[in-house]
């Protein structure tokens, strides 16, 4: 039921219309990270507010609605945010990949490859992919304007010298247009070459960070690598045991006292659409 | 089997419902009013008004009992609310000077013109459990005595007339509002002191200690704490000229701290400035001790590498909101993230072990 007492989408449109700026400039500089007046939401920081404020400027009443948290419609955040925007929005919401106009996701990018009429709004925790390896903000802006990457390059190096191969599985640096250097939010690396070329608009908002930052359709985005260690976007060896895919990102589950596992799509529509389809894995019922 | 994370809507809602039931406990005892909440525990209010950087004592209120007397929970509601108000306009600075003060002590001289008022102060109390309001809450009336409508100058201003304490010059530029623009370094001084006002009050707190016990020590005292109503005036386009449009309680202290003079300046004291809503002196302190740290660069002193004087560290982190946010979120299901972890730790194990056992075989 949409509530009348809050405007649509919950924020009011002197807010949007400054979100929306924001968004604008993001799309104009692929991957730079444009500052914008976060506000405070009626979910915690850290729950997806800067997601939740690019959502809510972008919906309009005509949109199809999906928000996904770890690749599943049904993760107890993406219900409660879900429910937000039937709430305050009353728009139409959906678990079908295709079907969805905006798709609002945490920490994965849907197997099912996107259109150019769909928008991809991430959720971003730590924008800035030079964080750890430098905490002032005031320093890492100058990094970027100078592109100097270097330190991230070396902090790649110094892993391949340790383990022998870059230990960063997640959040996994990019490189957009030979220019910034991106962080991706934190999804596995696996979805890290879904990211380049991808025909719909990608936004990621961080809120409590006040940073959006974006890439437009088609837009050429490199994993960051060594020409002797080049990117490997892995996953776990085995194919999902429920609709019996190889090709899908997978979660490891415990299925009992003696620490047996099972490994099923990570997301849920491209399972249950596969699994309606007549395939089967070695655990569907 | 695969239940995991299924039925996440039902589990939401009985999870809702729980809660309203463990906020409300035992039915067979009384329910707590608003009203209750904000006379008889008018401190936790101020706290709310302050960190929710609202001044309205029924919200906060209402804010405290929706969030079983969790502070920063309470802050969480009010925030969330007023990011939904339209803004009007803005008020004229309040005027402190012409502060009606329950409160008002200076450190710094024995005796000022206005006189040292106590006020409602635990400050001498012996803090010894009061068995009696267990049992019945009545309190004697405290005595009144009629005071005089004239203002109470301000101490700081006595040291001023001699130039020994910097000027604080007047300045009408409108100020930065960290609600409205990204906060961004660097920080001038009314941004810094916006972020400190509504910054945690522990957090605060803890900043400010460290500055005493030697991280960036600038030895302050207390010029001033005076807590009491200011009128909030706003001017009226229509009528071209400004009407009081209600009351606030503040919490002001100005602090002298030492200053041994720099290639600029000669030797003279410097101010640490603190304004709060409500009666939180501990706050206003604490505010008042942290803007002097912060204070090093215009002053012309060392950075001595001490947290307090760190701007970015200080005001990227005051704010409760933001924090318990960030720290909970944790919480929040992680697997996706996680079982890559998994994956290259298993990776980097089995090649770590294949190693050994191929140096053992040599």
């Known amino acids: ?285 | 089997m695969y239940v995991a994370v299924k039925g996440g809507e039902r589990a939401i809602e009985n999870a809702h419902t729980w809660l309203a039931e463990e906020r409300r406990g035992d039915t067979s005892v009384a329910e707590l009013s608003i009203e209750q909440i904000r006379e008889q525990l008018s401190l936790a209010v101020n706290r709310v008004m302050a960190e929710g950087s609202l001044y309205d004592p029924d919200l906060a209120a209402l804010a405290i009992k929706q969030s079983r007397g969790d502070l920063i929970e309470a802050i969480f509601l009010i925030r969330a609310y007023r990011t939904t108000l339209p803004r009007f306009g803005s008020s004229n600075p309040v005027n402190t000077a012409e502060m009606a003060c329950d409160r008002r002590i200076s450190a710094t001289f024995k005796d000022v013109p206005g006189g040292q008022l106590l006020g409602p102060t635990f400050d001498y109390t012996h803090r010894l459990l009061d068995f009696k309001l267990a049992a019945e809450g009545e309190t004697a009336e405290a005595p009144n005595r009629d005071t005089d409508a004239t203002a109470i100058p301000h101490v700081i201003d006595f040291l001023n007339a001699e130039g020994l304490i910097e000027e604080a010059p007047h300045d009408d530029t409108t100020p930065p509002d960290l609600t409205r623009e990204p906060l961004e370094m660097p920080a001038d001084r009314p941004l810094r002191l916006q972020a400190l006002t509504r910054g945690d009050e522990g957090f605060v707190l803890s900043m400010a200690y460290s500055t005493q016990r030697g991280y960036a020590r600038n030895h302050a005292f207390v010029g001033e704490l005076r807590i009491g109503s200011v009128a909030v005036e706003m001017d009226i386009p229509e009528l071209g000229f400004a009407i009081e449009i209600g009351e606030i309680t503040l919490t002001e202290c100005e602090t002298v701290n030492q200053f041994k003079g720099s290639k600029s300046e000669p030797p003279q004291f410097t101010r640490g400035y603190g304004l709060v809503f409500g009666q939180t002196e501990r706050k206003a302190i604490s505010m008042a001790l942290v803007d002097r740290a912060l204070r090093w660069e215009e002053l012309g002193e060392d950075n001595v590498g001490a947290p307090a004087q760190d701007a970015e560290f200080v005001l990227y982190h005051a704010d409760n909101i933001q924090a318990t946010g960030f720290l909970e979120h944790i919480k929040l299901p992680h697997y996706v993230d996680f079982q890559s972890e998994l994956e290259l730790v298993r990776k980097l194990r089995r090649e770590a072990m294949a190693d050994n056992v191929a140096e053992a075989a040599e």
């Open chain 1, 1 to 285: 039921m949409m509530q009348d007492t809050y405007n649509f989408a919950y924020l009011d449109e002197q807010t949007k219309r400054m979100i929306r700026r924001a968004i604008l400039k993001g799309l104009a500089i692929p991957g730079y990270q444009v500052p914008f007046a976060s506000r405070e939401m009626p979910m915690p920081y850290g729950w997806g507010t800067g997601g939740v404020q690019v959502s809510a400027a972008v919906l309009t009443p005509e949109d199809r609605f999906k928000v996904i948290d770890q690749g599943a419609d049904d993760t107890t955040n993406a219900v409660s945010i879900r429910s937000f925007f039937e709430r305050t929005a009353g728009v139409e919401t959906t678990t079908a990949t295709e079907d969805a106009t905006v798709i609002q996701t945490r920490h994965r990018i849907p197997e099912q490859p996107l259109t150019e009429d769909q928008i991809l709004v991430y959720q971003v925790p730590i924008p800035e992919p030079l964080r750890f390896l430098e905490p002032r903000e005031s320093e890492t802006r100058k990094m970027h304007s100078l592109e100097e990457y270097g330190l991230m390059h070396v902090k790649l190096y110094e892993d391949i010298s340790r383990h022998g191969h870059i230990a960063t599985s997640y959040a996994y640096p990019v490189r957009v247009e030979a220019r910034y250097v991106m962080d991706p939010s934190p999804i596995p690396k696996f979805d890290n070459p879904k990211l380049d070329d991808n025909p719909a608009i990608q936004l990621f908002g961080a809120g409590r960070e006040q940073r959006i930052y974006a890439l437009p359709p088609y837009t050429k985005v490199i994993s960051l690598d060594f020409d002797d260690h080049p990117f490997d976007p892995s996953k776990a060896d085995q194919p999902c045991g429920l609709c019996g895919s190889n090709e899908s990102y997978l979660d490891e589950i415990i299925v009992d006292d003696a620490g047996n596992r099972m490994f099923v799509c990570s997301d849920t529509d491209y399972c249950e659409k596969r699994q309606a389809a007549g395939h089967k894995g070695k655990f569907a019922a």
